[in-house]
C-alpha cells in the first residue's frame, strides 16, 4: 500500500540553524500539507501546497519556513534560523484530487532544537 | 482556538465491549470529518471519515456518527481489541480555498483496552 514517508525520523540542531525535512507523498497525490505538533498539544495545520505554489498558510508559517517541491516526488520544508519553540513532530500529508478529502500522513520527523 | 474538542483525554474499555470516542465542533463550515488514530512516535493514521450529507459511515468495526445540528460526531468501536489501544484524533475541514481544506484537529483521546 502507498504511504507517505518522511525523513528524517529525528533531527537535532543548534538554535539559529537551518534545518530541511523531506517528505515523499503518495506518488499520484496532487496535495501536500505540513503539520507539526508540538509535545502534549494538539496537531496544528502549517501550510498546504498545490500546483507548485502555497495555497494556504498558517500564522505559524512566517517569514522563517519555506516549503518547496524541487522535483516529481519531493517536497520539504525549510526553517531558516530555528527557535527553541520550534522543537516539535513534523508532519508531511498528501491528498490526491478534489474528489477525495482524505489527508494521508507521513510517520513524522522529530526536531529538536537545543 | 477550539474549533474542534474532545473533551474526553482518556478512556478505558473492557475488551470486547463497545468504545465510544466523541467530539465537537463549533464551526459550521466544516463539512467533513475523519477520525485518526496514533501510536507514539509515529503519524496519525486515517480510521474513517464523514462527509456532513451523510449522518452515518461504517467500516467494519469501525462506525462514525455525524449529528450537525449538535454539531457531534462519535466514533463507535465494536468489538474493541487491545491493539486498538492508541490516541484518537478527531479532525474535521471546511470550505476553504477550493479544493485545499486544511485540517483541524482536536486534542485527542487516549483509550486504553483492557483484557
Known amino acids: 500500500e502507498p504511504e507517505v514517508t518522511q525523513t528524517p525520523s529525528h533531527q537535532v540542531t543548534q538554535m539559529g540553524q537551518e534545518v530541511i525535512l523531506r517528505c515523499v507523498p503518495i506518488?499520484?497525490?496532487?496535495?501536500f500539507y505540513w503539520y507539526r505538533q508540538i509535545l502534549g498539544q494538539k496537531v496544528e495545520f502549517l501550510v498546504s501546497f498545490y500546483n507548485n505554489e502555497i495555497s494556504e498558510k498558517s500564522e505559524i508559517f512566517d517569514d522563517q519556513f519555506s516549503v518547496e517541491r524541487p522535483d516529481g516526488s519531493n517536497f520539504t520544508l525549510k526553517i531558516r534560523s530555528t527557535k527553541l519553540e520550534d522543537s516539535a513532530m513534523y508532519f508531511c500529508?498528501?491528498?490526491?484530487?478534489?474528489?477525495?478529502?482524505?489527508?494521508?500522513f507521513g510517520p513524522g520527523t522529530r526536531l529538536t532544537v537545543l | 482556538d477550539q474549533q474542534v474538542k474532545q473533551n474526553s483525554p482518556s478512556l478505558s474499555v473492557q475488551e470486547g465491549r463497545i468504545s465510544i470516542l466523541n467530539c465537537d465542533y463549533t464551526n459550521s463550515m466544516f463539512d467533513y470529518f475523519l477520525w485518526y488514530k496514533k501510536y507514539p512516535a509515529e503519524g496519525p493514521t486515517f480510521l474513517i471519515s464523514?462527509?456532513?450529507?451523510?449522518d452515518k459511515n461504517e467500516d467494519g468495526r469501525f462506525t462514525v456518527f455525524l449529528n450537525k445540528s449538535a454539531k457531534h460526531l462519535s466514533l463507535h468501536i465494536v468489538p474493541s481489541q487491545p491493539g486498538d489501544s492508541a490516541v484518537y484524533f478527531c479532525?474535521?475541514?471546511?470550505?476553504?480555498?477550493?479544493?485545499?481544506?486544511?485540517?483541524?484537529f482536536g486534542t485527542g483521546t487516549r483509550l486504553t483496552i483492557i483484557p
Open positions: 464523514i462527509s456532513s450529507i451523510k
Open positions: 479532525a474535521a475541514s471546511g470550505l476553504s480555498n477550493f479544493g485545499n481544506e486544511k485540517l483541524t
Open positions: 506518488s499520484n497525490h496532487l496535495y
Open positions: 500529508a498528501s491528498r490526491e484530487g478534489l474528489a477525495a478529502d482524505t489527508q494521508y
